[in-house]
């Protein structure tokens, strides 16, 4: 019986042991020789001290060896924490120190990039260095990666726990300006990685192309559909989108998953993607943020015979709905329906079912409803809620998510989306902090108020506007508030535009009034 996370490629290398699993470039592993690694790594984590439930962070780019971690900290009864490699030292601490990680999985150049805020980090206890990389001094132990995947597992990991436990936390953009840790179970996943298989009949013949990373819930999810079925996964570390179509042609790739900006760049001529049909493309998904109609229109074009498949979800509750390819003609701008095994519920502000046509938040229940927050009781009281509609004869038996997200449904149950309830930039998929992008604009000294808000963007969805107040007699230089925030921010967070300005509008209480400033830009 299949319900923890590693059992995913146990059941695939009983099936499927000679396959091909993993492909990087030109390396090639089946499933069985995946396998032998990821019983190494745990081995040697367990070796080392790595407990039940302790968490190990993964702070490394798509490769082989970062899907071998992702499974043998899990067989080893550890909880994985992937860390964008794009961050800056100082947000890979923060996730590091938050969720008081034990050990940290990286190459000797990232280690050393972080050497300046180790001391931030009182939980780490050793390293596990990817062993093209020479030792780097520090006061921590050190254990090489190659020698822990090919030597002989002399420690059993026996299976620990149930499906219930906490096996994984990616880290998610907050309101208050920290990331917070999404909490996944065994069960969240596994049910994430069979529902999608399920609506795009995913098989062991797919070979999937997985250019999204595993940091994020749909990047991940790429890499569990394929093991769960004993399908093929290509990774690829690409900058421009013709990198992408080679592949896609070479590997001959049946499925892809991407957000708006990578189908954006696929639909520049210069990706080539128009006179290379992938022959073997079966079907591609969108999520992060509505696809733009024209690059929609573009990729219906190039790839005819290519299903396309808009879907809509938050890392909270993985995904929440999709929409049929056979309804984009009459619904090209919907987020579809509920995924299978989920209610989608649309609820008005005193908890009732909206009407079509009415506007309320969406609310999901279902299998993929995470487990919280990491350490921030609060903040999970405040998504995932008792449901409102079950009698009270069964009590508080079941949370739901509250997305924040404001929809509306037609009469035929189609749903679309409006706006979010709250002030959280959405660019690219990635959720941004308005308090966070504020805060390192502080950070320059050349500010005396500032506020940051999402505008509309017809490729990335939205894209952060920071509106400055200057220091009292002195005038500000836009570039180099704008050069500062690309020194500490990731690429996806620097403000597009900046304006500076005498006052900021503020509420009756003496808070900036955000719903002003977007209303100055003509948004509602």
């Not at 890979?92 to 034990?102: E, F, G, L, R």
Request: neutral net charge; proline residues 6%.
């Amino acid at each position: 019986m299949d319900f923890l996370f590693h059992h995913l490629l146990a059941g695939s290398v009983s099936r499927y042991p000679y396959k091909e699993a993993l492909v990087h470039g030109e390396e090639r592993l089946t499933y069985a020789q995946v396998s032998s690694r990821v019983q190494g790594l745990a081995s040697g984590l367990r070796k080392a001290g790595i407990q039940r439930g302790e968490r190990v962070g993964i702070y490394l780019d798509a490769s082989i060896a970062q899907v071998v971690s992702i499974f043998g900290v899990s067989q080893a009864g550890g909880v994985f924490v992937p860390i964008n490699t794009v961050l800056f030292p100082e947000q890979a601490a923060h996730i590091a120190t938050d969720c008081s990680i034990s050990a940290l999985i990286t190459t000797r150049a990232k280690l050393e990039s972080l050497l300046p805020v180790l001391s931030a980090i009182p939980s780490l206890r050793f390293f596990v260095i990817l062993s093209d990389d020479t030792a780097l001094r520090t006061d921590l132990a050190q254990y090489e990666f190659e020698t822990m995947t090919t030597g002989k597992a002399d420690v059993a990991c026996p299976d620990q726990g149930i499906e219930k436990d906490l096996v994984a936390i990616l880290y998610t953009s907050g309101s208050t300006g920290k990331p917070k840790g999404v909490m996944l179970s065994h069960a969240n996943i596994m049910a994430g990685a069979s529902i999608v298989s399920t609506y795009l009949g995913i098989t062991s013949s797919e070979r999937i192309l997985a250019v999204l990373p595993f940091t994020f819930d749909a990047g991940l999810n790429q890499l569990t559909t394929a093991f769960q079925q004993g399908a093929t996964l290509v990774l690829i570390n690409f900058v421009f989108a013709k990198q992408i179509v080679d592949v896609l042609i070479r590997e001959r790739i049946t499925g892809l998953a991407g957000i708006p900006t990578v189908w954006s760049l696929l639909a520049q001529p210069s990706s080539t993607l128009s006179h290379n049909m992938p022959p073997m493309l079966r079907y591609i998904t969108n999520t992060g943020g509505a696809m733009p109609q024209n690059v929609l229109e573009s990729l219906r074009r190039m790839l005819p015979n290519t299903r396309v498949v808009l879907m809509y979800g938050l890392t909270e509750a993985f995904r929440s709905t999709y929409l049929p390819p056979e309804e984009l003609e009459r619904r090209p701008t919907s987020m579809g329906k509920a995924i299978p095994d989920t209610e989608i519920l649309v609820l008005n502000e005193q908890g009732q079912m909206c009407k079509p046509g009415e506007v309320g938040e969406l609310v999901h229940r279902g299998p993929t409803v995470s487990m919280g927050y990491w350490g921030n009781p609060e903040a999970t009281n405040r998504v995932l809620k008792p449901n409102p509609l079950l009698p009270p004869e069964l009590g508080d038996v079941e949370r739901v998510c509250y997305s924040g997200d404001l929809v509306k449904m037609d009469e035929d149950g189609f749903l679309y989306f409006v706006g979010r309830r709250d002030a959280m930039i959405k660019s690219s998929g990635i959720r941004i902090s308005p308090t966070e992008v504020e805060e390192v604009a502080f950070q320059s000294g050349k500010v005396r108020h500032v506020a940051a808000i999402g505008i509309p963007d017809p490729l990335l969805g939205q894209v952060v506007k920071l509106f400055i107040v200057p220091r009292d007699n002195e005038t500000v230089d836009e570039n180099a508030v704008l050069a500062f925030c690309e020194e500490k921010m990731p690429r996806y967070m620097v403000p597009k535009f900046l304006e500076v300005v005498p006052e900021l509008p503020k509420t009756s209480s003496g808070k900036i009034d955000y719903p002003a400033l977007r209303r100055r830009e003509g948004i509602a």
